[in-house]
Nanobody
C-alpha cells in the first residue's frame, strides 16, 4: 500500500521560510514521479511543482524562484523548500505520487496517490 506522509507545515510571517517533507513507503520510490499541490480555502487545488523520476522539474509560475523541490532517494523523502513566503502561499500542501503521470504534470486528476496534507499559514 502506497503511503505518503507530509510534515513541516506551520505559521510564518511573510518573507519567511519553511521546509516541507514527505516520507513515502509502499512502492519503489525511485521509479515514481512526485509533486506538491496546495489548496487554499475556497479555491481549487493547484499544482505547485512536480519532479519526475529522472529529476526533471516543473514549477508553477507563482512559485518560481522561491520554492525548490528535491528528493533524497536514500531516505525515500521528498522535500519542498519554500522561501520568501507570501500571504497568498497560505494553503494545505499535499504530497502526491504516481508511476505513470505525464512528466511533471501539475494537473491534480493525473495523480493517483495523495498524502493527508500539512497546513502552511503565512501572515502579512
Amino acid at each position: 500500500q502506497v503511503r505518503l506522509e507530509e510534515s513541516g507545515g506551520g505559521s510564518v510571517q511573510a518573507g519567511g521560510s519553511l521546509k516541507l517533507s514527505c516520507v513515502v513507503s509502499g512502492y519503489t520510490y525511485k521509479t515514481y514521479s512526485m509533486a506538491w499541490f496546495r489548496q487554499a480555502p475556497g479555491k481549487e487545488r493547484e499544482g505547485v511543482v512536480g519532479i519526475s523520476s529522472d529529476g526533471t522539474t516543473r514549477y508553477a509560475d507563482s512559485v518560481k524562484g522561491r520554492f525548490t523541490i528535491s528528493k533524497d532517494n536514500e531516505k525515500d523523502t521528498l522535500y519542498l523548500q519554500m522561501d520568501s513566503l507570501k500571504a497568498e502561499d497560505t494553503a494545505m500542501y499535499y504530497c502526491v505520487a504516481d508511476s505513470s503521470v505525464p512528466i511533471c504534470s501539475l494537473v491534480s486528476v493525473d495523480w493517483q496517490y495523495w498524502g493527508q496534507g500539512t497546513q502552511v499559514s503565512v501572515s502579512s
